[in-house]
Nanobody, 125 residues
Framework: QVQLVESGGGSVQAGGSLRLSCAASGYTASGYYMGWFRQPPGKEREGVAAIRTGFAGIDTTYYTDSVKGRFTISRDNAKNTLYLQMNSLKPEDTAMYYC???????????????WGQGTQVTVSS
């Protein structure tokens, strides 16, 4: 059974940083996307960043435009953990952040099979 558990959320001031972690159990990435999504209050869930390992073992990353240059997705296969380093945070980054796995498209919500419970990120101005 696949289980994804996020951690690392919290409250920070604008300009600050947070690193989210997603510990995955019962899952192996074999060519599928893992990603981070977020859902601001009253809005739909949106893709933030995704990563996939290609045939040569090289990771390819994808970012939504609003976080490019500020967020970095990475993973540690030995620990089966996905990360999202978030720098230069803005109030509009405030949302519940979700880890997802088993996706066949990087930023499409219904393309992912497995989801974590989410971790709250709040950025104050």
């Amino acid at each position: 059974q696949v289980q994804l558990v996020e951690s690392g959320g919290g409250s920070v001031q604008a300009g600050g940083s947070l690193r989210l972690s997603c510990a995955a159990s019962g899952y192996t990435a074999s060519g599928y996307y893992m990603g981070w999504f977020r859902q601001p209050p009253g809005k739909e869930r949106e893709g933030v960043a995704a990563i996939r390992t290609g045939f040569a073992g090289i990771d390819t990353t994808y970012y939504t435009d609003s976080v490019k240059g500020r967020f970095t997705i990475s993973r540690d296969n030995a620990k089966n953990t996905l990360y999202l380093q978030m720098n230069s945070l803005k109030p509009e980054d405030t949302a519940m952040y979700y880890c997802a796995a088993g996706g066949d498209r990087p930023h499409t919500t219904n393309a992912y099979h497995y989801w974590g419970q989410g971790t709250q990120v709040t950025v104050s101005s």
